[in-house]
């Protein structure tokens, strides 16, 4: 691991204890930069966007990537903007899957944040479900039977299938990769399903949108929906949901042109 990625905030615990990194060299001869606040989403955690923040941390953009609690989009929401509360200056918040439901409401209201980056995440509307949007067209196969549900003591946890994981997933990723991607994926409240997003950010915050051609979480003709439901600027690259594992240099393309 090198130097640079040791102090990228990956883990849950270094992104709770609200800690920002940045280049100040880079900042010195750039200017200063908006943060990029990097939000995961279910079956994840911010350990995806590390090859991103890296990226972005060498370009001089002072980076966070707190945890998503997972356990509502009205909860997960609040906490995302209590943290938001404590950054100053510009935002730029980048999503991927169900982090989008979170960015679009915890974004409501909040002045500085600049601009929106759905990257094969949920843009939803008003009322909107994960379930609604994700099956609105054919091409999911993380429908209901791809889930293995384990109770806790106030509902249950959802989590992808060890033999379906790869494939539905992060089928362009190793499989070596994957396989601990699977044993390490947070699982995400079955509550959820069921929880309506509220007013969207995006009607009063410019957004961008990288679209997965090969998703087969969210098919690429949600993601194309959504985008133009909201007024984003889209690109599409070829690859599965964790676009921004597999395709780091194109996520960070659309971040920065956003950012700027």
Known sequence: MTTTRRKI???SAAAAAGAVLAQPAAQAHQGPRPTVVLVHGAFADASGWSGVADRLVRAGYPVIA????????ASDSAYLASILATLSGP????AHSYGGMVITNAATGNANVKALVYVAAFAPDRGDTVPALQYR???STVTPEALEFRPHP??????????L??????????????????AAQRPLNAAVFEEPSGDPA????PSWYLAAR?????PVAAQRFMAGRAGARITEVAASHVAMISQPDATVDVIKRAAR
């Open 9 to 11: 905030l990956a883990g």
């Open 66 to 73: 707190p945890p998503n609690p997972l356990r509502g989009v």
């Open 91 to 94: 935002l730029v918040l980048v």
């Open 137 to 139: 067209f054919p091409g």
């Open 154 to 163: 106030t509902g249950a946890d959802a989590y992808i299938r060890k033999e």
């Open 165 to 182: 994981f790869r494939d539905a997933f992060a089928g362009d990723l190793p499989r070596a990769t994957t396989t601990f991607m699977w």
């Open 202 to 205: 995006w009607r009063t915050t």
């Open 214 to 218: 090969n998703d087969k979480v969210i």
